[in-house]
């Protein structure tokens, strides 16, 4: 695996040389190297961890489905034995 460096004195003097003042250049030359060690440090978030924690997350609910399907079915079958003996009584 090769190292990936990123030189901030020849980036900044890059910046300085096509005209941006050396106080911005300071500022840009550090946000970048943030980004770049944030990237290599695995502190940022990619494309492929937001589909992993999406597919986790959708597979959890997929168990809530599961579950809230069966509470249904309990609660019509609970409802349906409280509601028998009245529907008898009406009906007789």
């Given at each position: 695996?090769s190292?990936?460096?990123?030189?901030?004195?020849?980036?900044?003097?890059?910046?300085?040389?096509?005209?941006v003042?050396?106080?911005?250049?300071?500022?840009?030359?550090?946000?970048?190297?943030r980004a770049?060690d944030?990237i290599?440090d695995?502190e940022?978030?990619?494309?492929?961890?937001l589909?992993?924690?999406?597919?986790?997350?959708?597979k959890?609910?997929?168990?809530?489905?599961?579950?809230?399907?069966?509470?249904?079915?309990l609660m019509?079958?609970?409802?349906?034995?409280?509601?028998?003996?009245?529907?008898k009584?009406?009906?007789?």
């Amino acid at each position: 695996m090769s190292a990936i460096t990123f030189d901030t004195i020849e980036y900044f003097d890059e910046l300085v040389e096509s005209g941006v003042s050396a106080p911005q250049a300071k500022v840009q030359t550090k946000a970048l190297k943030r980004a770049v060690d944030g990237i290599l440090d695995g502190e940022i978030t990619t494309k492929s961890d937001l589909k992993e924690m999406e597919l986790k997350i959708e597979k959890r609910f997929s168990k809530f489905d599961k579950r809230f399907v069966r509470l249904e079915i309990l609660m019509s079958l609970m409802l349906a034995v409280l509601l028998i003996p009245t529907l008898k009584e009406l009906l007789i």
